[in-house]
T-cell receptor
Framework: GEDVEQSLFLSVREGDSSVINCTYTDSSSTYLYWYKQEPGAGLQLLTY?????DMKQDQRLTVLLNKKDKHLSLRIADTQTGDSAIYFCAEMTSSASKIIFGSGTRLSIRP | ETGVTQTPRHLVMGMTNKKSLKCEQH?????MYWYKQSAKKPLELMFV???????ENNSVPSRFSPECPNSSHLFLHLHTLQPEDSALYLCASSQDPPGGTTDTQYFGPGTRLTVL
């Protein structure tokens, strides 16, 4: 079935780069998304990538897509304390009937 | 700032109560969604409405009853809930339903529901 997997936790030092990884099962997925959820808040769309792209960059964010391995990553350069949040990977299924979310990766920042 | 608002932000209810969650989107979108976020579980899609018609219902118990009176408003009516229904309920909207050209979803802040 359709599934999206992420590691649950990531801890990085302030100023370093954070890389959050995600794997998915639907090789025909069309869009892949990264959402951010800060404490007590709803999900905020960070960025998305269409499945025919390999990379997308937006300021400190870089999304890499490896379709062969069905692997998606989000790199945050110069990680700051304000980046502390849960990051959700999501894919649009090939049937286009729904979006499947991963369990989220909790990013914590060490001083 | 999100164009999707939800009220109330927090709700505590007993198992015999009836309450409703409200979602409103100010983005001119045509599709709206209800999600449930429980601790340590992936986000679960509950209902999808496109142009005020329900297009997806993921085997949600009947104690949850959605209503979409127009494209800007979405309600989730709750009755005889169980303690395991305690969760964050998120509303989202998109220009098109899933599969459309512009189907990126924008989320509201959520309603934190506690069932005693």
């Amino acid at each position: 079935g359709e599934d999206v997997e992420q590691s649950l936790f990531l801890s990085v030092r302030e100023g370093d780069s954070s890389v959050i990884n995600c794997t998915y099962t639907d090789s025909s997925s069309t869009y892949l998304y990264w959402y951010k959820q800060e404490p007590g808040a709803g999900l905020q769309l960070l960025t998305y990538i269409f499945s025919n792209m390999d990379m997308k960059q937006d300021q400190r964010l870089t999304v890499l897509l490896n379709k062969k391995d069905k692997h998606l990553s989000l790199r945050i350069a110069d990680t700051q304390t304000g980046d502390s949040a849960i990051y959700f990977c999501a894919e649009m299924t090939s049937s286009a009937s729904k979006i499947i979310f991963g369990s989220g990766t909790r990013l914590s920042i060490r001083p | 700032e999100t164009g999707v608002t939800q009220t109330p932000r927090h709700l505590v209810m007993g198992m015999t109560n009836k309450k409703s969650l409200k979602c409103e989107q100010h983005l001119g979108h045509n599709a709206m969604y209800w999600y449930k976020q429980s601790a340590k579980k992936p986000l679960e899609l509950m209902f999808v409405y496109s142009l005020e018609e329900r297009v997806e219902n993921n085997s949600v118990p009947s104690r949850f009853s959605p209503e979409c009176p127009n494209s800007s408003h979405l309600f989730l009516h709750l009755h005889t809930l169980q303690p395991e229904d305690s969760a964050l309920y998120l509303c989202a909207s998109s220009q098109d339903p899933p599969g459309g050209t512009t189907d990126t979803q924008y989320f509201g802040p959520g309603t934190r529901l506690t069932v005693l």
